[in-house]
């Protein structure tokens, strides 16, 4: 480590150098406040040693300034025996440690390899930080931010009552298909909330089985279960004093449902193996696109815990019940995903906005999302056609061969699908090997077929 020693005592200075630098450490020494605060200023230092009676100088005082240049800093204070009460208020203050004099060699130690570890500490916070930011930037340049507004009178109904109990600690419950943007929704309660500067704490319930899932949210001590190596927090101890968002809430086993009822009620959980108690001061956002109520009633999701995660509940439509809010989605995503690409593209032709129009979008803003991204890639022209949309978003639009392609399951036979699927990738492959590549058969079976067909 880089260490700086500031005593106004040559002797300390000196002794401290060098039983600092026999373990390797670089060391320099300041006599007073000046000279320490111009180094530290001028250069990096792991860790500083500061004399808590630095001549006439109060410790203290020199400390509160070296932490306002670098509040990261770590300072050992060196302190006499009849100041360490002085000593545990500078640590109060914001100083790392304190060494009483007279010390000896495994004290020093003993403080620099808490040190060590405070740096290792240090660094992974950082990463961790620079890690989240990276995640941020990345997830706001791979999507156009979701617009919070709904040109559909129920959507914007449903949206306003949720936003408005936002300021409240109320549990709240939202409702919706799978892909809606139910999570997203949840993160923009939490940022319109009063927790919007503590943590927003995601756990997915159907990703994990129910004895990690129970570990995930509550924690576990060591021994515990096979492979409890070490005591873990879990993630309602991470969301401490902020939101904890249950992902798919409908798909939590039954025996942990008490468990988060006890959360919810008595504010209380205990760690996997652990006897004690634990409290906890968190807001509880669920999702589910389950009907709870049918769960309910089919004894399958506990009714006390539906009625309290029911505070605040909304239900967000499916895509295809909001054709008001569909185009204007559309639009933001080609814009997006063209500026993008670099590409100039003029929104989409009368065919394409049919196309959107027609289809059900099952998966909702996901499946939308990815159709648009796709389209702006492969379209030709500076207007989104049918044809440039997935084969399920442009059935029963016209092609630009002028047959009408079919519905995968409507009432069409095989030959039909077959001939109008070959047409169109014959269309628009650059040559017949690639379009037998795409279609999974060779040169000689796609001669076969184009005559069959009367394509040749």
């Known amino acids: 480590m880089d260490i700086l020693i500031v005593d106004d005592e040559q002797s300390i200075r000196l002794t401290t150098s060098l039983a600092l630098e026999s373990?390797?450490?670089?060391?320099?020494?300041?006599?007073?406040?000046?000279?320490?605060?111009?180094?530290?200023?001028?250069?990096?230092?792991?860790?500083?040693?500061?004399?808590?009676?630095?001549?006439?100088?109060?410790?203290?005082?020199?400390l509160q300034e070296v932490l306002k240049q670098n509040p990261r800093q770590l300072v050992t204070i060196f302190t006499a025996h009849a100041s360490v009460s002085t000593a545990v208020k500078a640590t109060q203050l914001g100083a790392f440690d304190y060494l009483e004099k007279p010390f000896t060699p495994?004290?020093?130690?003993?403080?620099?390899?808490?040190?060590?570890?405070?740096?290792?500490?240090?660094?992974?916070v950082v990463r961790l930080q620079e890690t989240v930011q990276e995640l941020k930037t990345e997830a706001k340049h791979s999507s156009p931010p979701l617009q919070f507004r709904s040109d559909d009178e129920r959507t914007q109904l449903e949206l306003e009552t949720l936003f408005r109990a936002a300021a409240s600690p109320a549990s709240v419950l939202i409702l919706g298909e799978s892909g809606t943007g139910k999570s997203v929704i949840a993160k923009e309660v939490h940022d319109r909330s009063h927790l919007r500067d503590k943590p927003f704490v995601t756990v997915s319930c159907p990703s994990l089985s129910k004895e990690l899932l129970e570990s995930v949210l509550f924690g576990h001590i060591k021994g515990s279960f096979t492979g409890a190596i070490k005591d873990t927090w879990g993630k309602v101890?991470?969301?401490?004093g902020g939101t904890l968002f249950l992902d798919e809430i409908g798909e939590l086993p039954m025996e942990i449902q008490p468990k988060l009822l006890r959360l919810l009620q008595e504010r209380e959980y205990e760690r996997l193996g652990e006897n004690k108690v634990r409290e906890s001061n968190v807001r509880i956002i669920a999702?589910?696109?389950?009907?709870?109520?049918a769960n309910v009633a089919a004894r399958t999701f506990r009714e006390d815990l539906y009625y309290r995660l029911n505070v605040i509940s909304v239900t967000v439509p499916p895509l295809r019940e909001r054709r008001s809010d569909l185009v204007r989605f559309a639009n933001d995503y080609l814009s997006f995903f063209g500026s993008q690409m670099g590409r100039k593209i003029d929104g989409f032709s009368e065919s394409g906005r049919q196309a959107l129009l027609r289809h059900s979008w099952p998966g909702n803003l996901r499946e939308l999302r990815n159709a648009i991204e796709r389209a702006a890639i492969l379209a030709r022209g500076t207007k989104i056609e049918a044809e440039d949309l997935p084969i399920p978003v442009a059935a029963e639009v016209p092609t630009a061969s002028g047959t009408a392609a079919p519905v995968i399951g409507g009432e069409y036979s095989i030959d039909h699908i077959e001939q109008t699927h070959l047409r169109e990738v014959l269309r628009w492959a650059p040559t017949l090997q690639d379009a037998a590549a795409i279609?999974?058969?060779d040169k000689a079976t796609l001669y076969r077929k184009r005559k069959r067909f009367g394509m040749d």
């Open 439 to 441: 279609l999974g058969i």
């Open 287 to 293: 999702a589910t696109n389950r009907d709870l109520a």
């Open 106 to 124: 495994d004290q020093l130690r003993a403080i620099l390899a808490k040190a060590h570890k405070a740096m290792q500490t240090q660094v992974e």
């Open 237 to 240: 101890h991470v969301a401490e």
């Open 23 to 62: 373990e390797g450490h670089y060391v320099e020494t300041a006599e007073d406040s000046a000279s320490a605060l111009r180094r530290l200023k001028e250069e990096d230092f792991n860790l500083v040693f500061l004399d808590l009676r630095l001549g006439d100088e109060d410790g203290l005082k020199v």
